[in-house]
């Protein structure tokens, strides 16, 4: 536990050594970068925040109120862009939508239009439109939850009392998800705070894209300690919005009742329908349909000049493969066991152990990474001939360190859940039996966490294959993987040869997608 919270606490307490050149470089930080830094990243939370809101909250209540065709159909497809990287979405757009893209060509030459058509896509608008795509199914999930468990009785008792359509919409279905929609969205504004492909691609100055050039191009560490130490004050309030929705949403829900065999959605025909369909669909359209498209335009006119260059692509897939492996299994097994010894010893230590461990997913890869080469830089310049230095950047040892410490919270959600569905009269029952211990574990728990635990090995397998900033700052020599080469190839404006990697990180993207649609379709 202590090895997974090290890097936040050696972030803060990089402010430990404060010296007269850690004040010169924060001063220096402020009257220069610092301030596009704070602004770039607030417009881009504030405009990600409107995209996801509008997109999600209007789809998740189209397809939950309403009933027209093709309803069944987007009530899973509108989870697809999450098997889509933001990263891999900018890639798409970057190249279809730039000046000397195929669509500002195609429409110079059809009308005889001159210059630019539209600003540069490579800016702050242009990533919050790709984070918008790639980011609302977490509002859109959340609130299709929360309409699903409590809108259609109360729009029925509405109706019952004489309020028009519009006036059930407003005043009672949308005003029941706004702890989901809050939840929701600061789910979305973490993520774009530890967004590092997008905004390096796009050229916005980010703290994650600041802290990645204050350690790597100046080889500041302070000035990359104090940058990390304010993103995370950043995400800090992110989670606590976030937490404080989430109870209240957890609160509102128990209070919640069955559907009932009148309140089913409504009806509708004509261009009401033609209207829901073509809200719900713009959102697939955009963030999965249309970057899909394009990159597989993109990797076969690539493949129709030069031939593939299959041995890499598998040294690649091999790479991500076996990172992505090692670190599930690592993580669920140690998910397994703080779960299963907050469940025997539902103590305080324990409660809070389980708690401070999950909270590493919020915290942004990029921090990570300077959370673990801090310590190091410290050791080395004090014990000079330490291997610390070599084991944890010239093996994969620091890598799956900074992976189990973003990730095991995924895996630990995903058994905790597994665990819900366990009463606790089961192990009481298995006491007086004499079972205990160990053996409660693996007679009584084990076969009724097999299924929890696959869903958390799945999970962790996408996260780390898909996670860029991390594997692009600690990855050993020779040690590629389908997300870094995808990054590198597609900056250096080779986006035929990154559509085989990209494309592959969406088809893995699709399992954990296929899983949760599923469970949609069952509820």
């Given at each position: 536990i202590v090895l997974l919270a090290m890097p936040v606490l050696m972030v803060l307490a990089a402010w430990l050594q404060w010296t007269e050149a850690s004040a010169d470089v924060l001063l220096g930080m402020a009257s220069t970068v610092l301030p596009s830094y704070v602004v770039s990243s607030l417009g881009l939370c504030f405009?990600?925040?409107?995209?996801?809101?509008?997109?999600?909250?209007?789809s998740a209540a189209a397809v939950t109120l309403f009933d027209f065709k093709g309803r069944r159909t987007l009530e899973w497809a509108l989870l697809l862009p999450l098997a889509m990287p933001a990263y891999v979405v900018a890639y798409a757009y970057s190249d279809f939508l730039q000046f000397s893209g195929p669509l500002q060509t195609a429409l110079r030459?059809?009308?005889?239009?001159?210059?630019?058509?539209?600003?540069?896509?490579?800016?702050?608008?242009?990533?919050?439109?790709?984070?918008?795509?790639?980011?609302y199914p977490y509002v859109y999930l959340l609130v299709r939850a929360a309409l699903v468990e409590r809108a259609p009785q109360l729009m029925e008792a509405a109706r019952l009392l004489g309020a028009d359509l519009p006036r059930r919409i407003f005043r009672v279905a949308l005003p029941l998800a706004r702890p989901a929609i809050a939840a929701g969205t600061a789910l979305a504004l973490m993520e774009t705070l530890a967004d590092f492909g997008v905004s390096s691609y796009f050229g916005v100055t980010t703290f994650s894209t600041g802290i990645y050039k204050a350690w790597l191009v100046m080889d500041d560490r302070v000035a990359a300690a104090q940058l990390a130490t304010f993103l995370l004050l950043l995400v800090a309030v992110m989670l606590r919005l976030e937490q404080k929705a989430q109870a209240r949403l957890r609160?509102?829900?128990?209070?919640?009742?069955?559907?009932?065999a009148e309140s089913q959605p409504l009806k509708l025909t004509s261009w009401p329908a033609?209207?829901?369909?073509?809200?719900?669909?713009?959102?697939?359209?955009?963030?999965?349909?249309?970057?899909?498209?394009?990159?597989?335009?993109?990797?076969?006119?690539?493949?129709?000049?030069?031939?593939?260059?299959?041995?890499?692509?598998?040294?690649?897939?091999?790479?991500?493969?076996?990172?992505?492996?090692?670190?599930?299994?690592?993580?669920v097994g140690m998910a397994?066991?703080?779960?299963?010894?907050?469940?025997?010893?539902?103590?305080?230590?324990?409660?809070?152990?389980?708690?401070?461990?999950?909270?590493?997913?919020?915290?942004?890869?990029?921090?990570?990474?300077?959370?673990?080469?801090?310590?190091?830089?410290?050791?080395?310049?004090?014990?000079?001939q330490s291997q610390a230095g070599y084991w944890l950047t010239a093996t994969i040892l620091g890598l799956v360190w900074a992976y189990l410490v973003r990730f095991i919270a995924v895996a630990l959600q995903a058994v905790q859940t597994g665990y819900t569905r366990i009463p606790l009269s089961t192990d009481e029952a298995s006491r007086t039996l004499g079972v205990f211990r160990t053996a409660l574990f693996t007679r009584v728990h084990w076969p009724l966490l097999k299924r929890s635990t696959a869903a958390a090995l799945l999970l962790v397998l996408v996260d780390v294959m898909k996670e860029l900033p991390a594997t692009l700052v600690l990855r050993p020599f020779n040690t590629d993987t389908l997300a870094v080469m995808a990054?590198?190839?597609a900056r250096d404006e080779r986006l035929g040869e990154a559509a085989l990697p990209s494309l592959a990180l969406v088809l893995v993207g699709l399992l954990p997608v296929m899983l949760l649609s599923r469970t949609l379709r069952k509820t």
């Open positions: 405009w990600v925040g409107i995209g996801v809101i509008s997109m999600g909250s209007v030459a059809a009308f005889g239009w001159q210059g630019a058509l539209w600003p540069d896509v490579r800016s702050l608008w242009g990533a919050a439109a790709v984070l918008s795509f790639a980011l609160f509102a829900s128990q209070r919640s009742m069955g559907r009932g033609a209207l829901a369909l073509l809200l719900c669909a713009l959102p697939v359209l955009l963030g999965f349909v249309l970057p899909l498209l394009i990159m597989g335009h993109a990797l076969w006119v690539h493949s129709q000049s030069v031939a593939m260059d299959w041995l890499k692509f598998s040294i690649w897939m091999g790479n991500s493969l076996y990172l992505g492996l090692l670190t599930a299994v690592l993580a397994l066991s703080l779960a299963f010894s907050q469940r025997v010893h539902p103590g305080v230590w324990h409660r809070f152990s389980t708690q401070a461990v999950g909270l590493g997913y919020a915290v942004p890869g990029v921090i990570i990474v300077v959370g673990l080469l801090l310590p190091i830089g410290w050791l080395q310049q004090a014990w000079p990054y590198q190839l």
